[in-house]
């Protein structure tokens, strides 16, 4: 998602998918599709008004310096590589995404993007989903012409992939003001049929191109982050509208998985190709108790003017967080200020970019 969306979900998102991973053996792949919470700085490279590469994103970093990452620090991403036990995945239009880089995977998200075309369309230049396949496409060509078709296959075969799609579809679509297109075209019941429709197509897709180990988030409580809450809520209750699509939505993707996996079989014996992955349910547990996950609140942005804290906060006079309030940038959260724990580890530096070819 943009940051002019809701985007207080990346911790929820880290501890609800990291459970989920398989236990690291050895390095392998990672393939990330989706949107703002895990792009990693592909809309650096592109025209668009979404983007993370201005202070305060990255202010948690050691150089505090802006990496692409909609957070203050690491993104989910960054957490599931330390995870496989790979280096960090590169923006698939970074020009160090090439050689022995390429056996690590890519990061394709786009910040802005949803299921449907016509999500985003105020952020203009913006990798689309489609777009996104597309580029899987060059990706593998680009690995085989390298390392020949059979070690690309197995690379692309043994790999783990995870796409975030959804948010964008209801608060940058269907909700992105009143009366719009989409809404006035469909009913909501309708409307969530309409883009699982549209997404099971995308996920046949990314099978069809070999991917076989795919987490599906859903989308989290985004009537309650502090984007909706400034436009929504008078006295900082959720948005009961906006959370009731993502409580309608979120069960139907999960039948949606079911049908696919019925459909494909197994992983090669590794059990569900597809596996959904309930951000809901973490996401309301950390706004019920955010000190919990290290934070004060989970209403605020961390830095910006206006109520709950969502404006101007790119501005570069924007005060940032005193080191006892909660690190979220946009409403991002990635790791808290306070002292780091094993689940919400201190962000630190990039690895050194040395691999073990798989």
């Not at 022995?100 to 230049?125: E, H, K, M, R």
């Not at 975030?164 to 679509?173: H, K, P, Q, S, Y």
């Not at 009537?223 to 939505?249: N, T």
Request: with cysteine; net charge neutral; aromatic share 8%.
């Amino acid at each position: 998602m943009a940051a002019s969306s809701w985007q207080v979900a990346l911790l929820a998102l880290a501890l609800c998918v990291l459970p989920a991973l398989p236990a690291a053996s050895a390095a392998r792949a990672f393939f990330i599709f989706g949107d703002s919470l895990v792009d990693n700085g592909n809309n650096n490279y592109l025209l668009t008004s979404a983007r993370a590469d201005s202070w305060p994103y990255g202010i948690d970093t050691p150089d505090h310096r802006a990496t692409g990452r909609f957070s203050n620090g690491k993104n989910v991403v960054d957490l599931i590589s330390e995870q496989i036990g790979s280096v960090p995945v590169l923006p698939y239009l970074s020009p160090e995404l090439d050689g022995q880089n390429l056996l690590v995977g890519a990061n394709f998200a786009s910040a802005g993007i949803g299921i449907l075309n016509d999500t985003g369309i105020q952020f203009a230049n913006i990798i689309r989903i489609s777009k996104q396949l597309t580029y899987f496409e060059q990706y593998k060509h680009r690995l085989a012409k390298l390392y020949g078709p059979e070690r690309a296959a197995r690379v692309v075969g043994g790999a783990l992939t995870l796409i975030t799609l959804g948010g964008n579809d209801f608060v940058n679509n269907y909700y992105l003001v009143p009366y719009s297109a989409r809404s006035r075209e469909f009913s909501l019941p309708d409307y969530i049929k309409y883009i699982l429709s549209e997404y099971k197509q995308v996920l046949r897709r990314i099978h069809g191109l070999g991917a076989r180990r795919i987490l599906v988030t859903g989308v989290g409580p985004i009537g309650c982050v502090p984007a909706e809450l400034a436009m929504h809520s008078l006295d900082g209750s959720c948005d009961p509208e906006l959370q009731r699509a993502s409580e309608a939505y979120n069960p139907q993707m999960e039948a949606m998985l079911n049908e696919l996996n019925a459909e494909v079989g197994s992983g090669g014996g590794n059990g569900a190709v597809f596996v959904a992955v309930n951000t809901r349910r973490m996401h309301d547990d950390f706004i019920a108790d955010p000190k919990a996950y290290g934070f004060v609140t989970a209403k605020e942005a961390c830095c910006g003017q206006g109520r709950f804290s969502t404006a101007s906060a790119s501005a570069p006079w924007c005060p940032a967080c005193a080191p006892t309030a909660t690190s979220t940038c946009s409403g991002t959260p990635s790791t808290p200020r306070s002292a780091p724990t094993a689940s919400s580890p201190r962000t630190t530096s990039p690895a050194p970019r040395t691999t073990s070819p798989p």
